[in-house]
């Protein structure tokens, strides 16, 4: 699966179109995390266990919209876009969309 976020595949031709597809995760923080965090917040530095959380979350989300992709036919999504929304205190929502094509 080609996964590209420009609006075609250099060298291919999309020869099918078949529209929107969509990933996304919930992901609440973790109190091992937090307490971490809250360190770190004093001393200053790059919150770890956060970057592997969002890690994860952008793998899982990218791969519900790749197997989306792939039960439509396409082997290929284009012009793809992350999206983060609060859901509630302390979780969000990772979003990610795009568009499923063929190409040879």
Known sequence: MILTNIESVPGKK???????V???TV?????????MASLKNIVGGE????TELLEDAREQ???????????LGANAVINI???T???AQGASELYIYGTAVRVE
């Open 14 to 20: 999309i020869v099918e179109h078949y529209g929107l």
């Open 22 to 24: 969509s990933g996304s």
């Open 27 to 35: 992901r609440a923080k973790h109190v091992g995390r937090d307490i």
């Open 47 to 50: 919150l770890k266990g956060y």
């Open 61 to 71: 989300a990218r791969e519900r919209m790749t197997k989306q992709a792939e039960e």
């Open 81 to 83: 876009r992350f999206n």
């Open 85 to 87: 929304s609060s859901i």
